[in-house]
């Protein structure tokens, strides 16, 4: 009968960080216009572009519902750049967002199927701001 052999500590450490990277690593490669994972959730869309290659993408879908009890569909963003993709943290919108300059647009932050704040975001770093309520026009 042959021993078991039991791998050495750095095996395990080599084999954790390995599966902890491959489960981090993002996806660079363009999707086609159109293309999902899931047939239930909507395609990737082109909302704005700005100066400079940049496009602005909806991306990521939620279902919500409002307190009237009717239900939309609150969108993620994200800033495309060639093969550069930077998601908008946490900035889900039911309307397109408005580019107010070649670096900055304004996104309204939906909850519950209704506005809930303006959000100024930065086209570089993805970056949002809460904009002032008073400053608002």
Not at 45 to 62: D, K, P, Q, Y
Request: contains cysteine; glycine residues 8%.
């Amino acid at each position: 009968m042959t021993p078991l052999r039991i791998p050495h500590p750095r095996q395990f450490r080599l084999a954790f960080a390995a599966l902890l990277l491959s489960a981090c690593r993002t996806d660079q490669r363009p999707r086609a216009n159109g293309e999902t994972g899931d047939a239930s959730k909507p395609s990737d869309s082109l909302v704005i572009s700005a100066a400079g290659g940049v496009e602005v993408w909806f991306t990521l879908a939620r279902a919500a519902q409002g307190p009237d009890g009717k239900t939309c569909l609150e969108r993620g963003l994200e800033i495309r750049r060639g093969e550069t993709r930077v998601q908008v943290p946490l900035l889900y919108t039911g309307t397109p967002p408005v580019l107010l300059d070649d670096s900055t647009m304004r996104a309204l932050l939906w909850n519950h199927c209704r506005p809930v704040d303006a959000y100024r975001v930065d086209l570089r770093s993805g970056r949002p701001l809460r904009e002032n309520v008073r400053s608002r026009p």
